[in-house]
């Protein structure tokens, strides 16, 4: 598995663009992970990092077998300021009972009626979130911030109206229940709404 963390040019015209848009965002980083336009890309997750405003927007990128960041930044000059990849296996990393920290910013929803709804108050997205954690192997979680706000993403010309749902982040820790479980969530992600950067669960050891 290959994380790749990009600090991106904001100088950069199509930057900005990517950053006010989510859709946007996922479609220019597929550039990474197909040959060419016809391809079909390799799934990947990703998460545009909550930084200072007197720094440069980081973004986060999860992908089984990597990207092909020299054509990516061939394709799309400028757009990359500095990248940093590394290569690591969740299977001989994450043992039973090891204590790790956590993040993610997901979309927490609940299924009523047969429509999909999204969780707004912060209770409501303390229990989802403590039902997706177990499902995803972990134990003993304490999420130490959570914080929520609205993602918008404009669809394309003829595919429907702007879709907005609720984007939550949790960060806290946790101890190693199941390990098969939490690879599994890991390279799925958690939630729905993954190609507007969501679903991206980011793990490190304590102890």
């Known amino acids: ?28 980083l597929t550039r990474a992970f197909c040959a060419d336009s016809r391809a079909t ?42 990248k940093d990849t590394r290569n690591w296996s969740p299977v001989e990393a994450l043992k039973p009972d090891r204590r790790i920290a956590f993040r993610i910013r997901c979309n927490p929803t609940v299924t009523r009626a047969g429509k999909r709804l999204g969780l707004w108050t912060e209770a409501e997205q303390l229990a989802w979130f403590d039902r997706q954690a177990v499902k995803s192997g972990l134990s003993d979680v304490k999420v130490e911030a959570v914080s929520s706000n609205r993602l918008v993403g404009n669809r394309r010309k003829g595919e429907g ?29 958690i939630g729905h709404s993954k190609m507007m950067g969501l679903g991206l669960l980011s793990l490190a050891p304590i102890d």
């Not at 799934?43 to 200072?52: A, D, I, P, S």
């Not at 949790?170 to 199941?178: M, P, Q, S």
């Open 161 to 189: 109206a702007a879709v907005v749902v609720c984007a939550a982040q949790f960060e806290g820790r946790a101890r190693v229940e199941n390990p098969g479980a939490l690879v599994a969530a890991l390279a799925s992600g």
């Open 1 to 28: 598995m290959e994380l790749a963390r990009i600090v991106l040019n904001i100088g950069n015209a199509g930057v900005r663009r990517d950053i006010a848009d989510p859709y946007q965002m996922h479609s220019t």
């Open 41 to 82: 890309p390799e799934k990947f997750l990703w998460r545009l990092e909550q930084t200072r405003a007197d720094q440069p927007p980081v973004l986060l990128v999860q992908s089984p077998s990597g990207g092909r960041w020299g054509a990516f930044e061939r394709e799309v000059p400028a757009w990359i300021l500095r």
